[in-house]
């Protein structure tokens, strides 16, 4: 737990940004019967039975310092689709950072093993030589 003080501890740096991240899934929903339109002084009515249309995780990124955030929406939450999250992270959102200290929690897909399953060696630790893994204790993100 200290570690992840520590690192909330730091003075803020862009050239070493800190980024939180966390995933989590949502179940989307469709109507099955149509809403009831509105009457005055109402609002439209919704029955409660709904039709299950699949799941969608949203991947979440922010810069408590720097006052960024990004949601990504994916269709799962596999080792390639948070690898290439990473990737965007880097690439197009902190391009010209150092270093980028990621605070997350411990899921088996967050480490750099999820950025050689999904890309090129090389490009793993292009990658990695970027980031600093910051994990949360077990059950505390």
Known sequence: MEHVLDEYARPYDP??????????TKQLTGEVID???????????????????????????????????????TESKTRIDWAWQVKELLDVHYPEA???HLV???LNTHN????????????AHRLLSRLAFHY???HGS
């Open 35 to 73: 809403p009831l339109p509105p009457k005055p002084g109402q609002s439209e009515r919704f029955d409660t039975l709904y039709r299950r249309n699949g799941v969608a995780t949203l991947f979440i990124f922010f810069e408590p310092l720097g006052g960024w955030r990004q949601v990504n929406v």
């Open 112 to 123: 750099g093993a999820s950025l050689y399953k999904a890309f090129a060696p090389q490009e």
């Open 15 to 24: 050239s070493e940004p800190r980024v939180c991240m966390d995933e989590t």
């Open 104 to 106: 997350m929690d411990n």
């Open 98 to 100: 150092k270093k980028v």
């Open 136 to 138: 949360t204790p077990k």
